[in-house]
């Protein structure tokens, strides 16, 4: 039986890759028609610096945010861990003990939180959520619930009833 469980999940879909090279893609021929050939880019001109440095810097945040946006999450003997980078500067730990329920469950990542990514993090229900359906579910003994989305169910099950059984 499973001691550990260790996820890494990225935004890493077909759809979120195209969007990507599409922003890429955009921007060399931005800097083509600016560079190369001296005519506009839509409404910024070639001699238009400012208007340049907004396109690129609009769009460049972007890519580099898509590229270091991940889910790590990992279940242990103390509890369940997870950081969403790079909006957790250091892992997140709920500990068994703080714990009402916490099973694997699958859910309505749309009808239920709205989409996927970091989700409620100003109410009592909390969502971190990369792609799919299936999330580990807390709810905690303060009250308040915490998802986090997984795409190895079974694995991460089997975990969770190694230890959580054991606390209660």
């Not at 500067?89 to 703080?98: A, F, L, M, N, Y």
């Amino acid at each position: 039986m499973m001691r550990t469980f260790a996820e890494i999940q990225r935004f890493n879909q077909w759809w979120m890759k195209l969007i990507q090279i599409g922003l890429v893609l955009f921007l060399l021929y931005s800097f083509y028609q600016w560079f190369i050939v001296e005519e506009a880019t839509g409404n910024v001109a070639p001699t238009d610096t400012t208007a340049q440095l907004i396109v690129i810097f609009s769009i460049l945040p972007l890519l580099i945010l898509f590229y270091f946006l991940k889910l790590e999450s990992t279940i242990d003997e103390i509890g369940v861990h997870y950081q969403f980078l790079p909006f957790h500067t250091s892992k997140k730990t709920i500990v068994w003990r703080d714990m009402e329920r916490c099973h694997v469950r699958n859910y309505s990542p749309l009808r239920e939180y709205g989409g996927w990514g970091l989700r409620g993090s100003f109410g009592s229900n909390k969502a971190y959520n990369v792609k799919g359906n299936q999330g580990i579910q807390i709810e905690l003994k303060k009250g308040g619930k915490v998802l986090v989305g997984t795409q190895r169910k079974a694995e991460a099950q089997q975990v969770i009833d190694r230890y959580f059984k054991k606390e209660q």
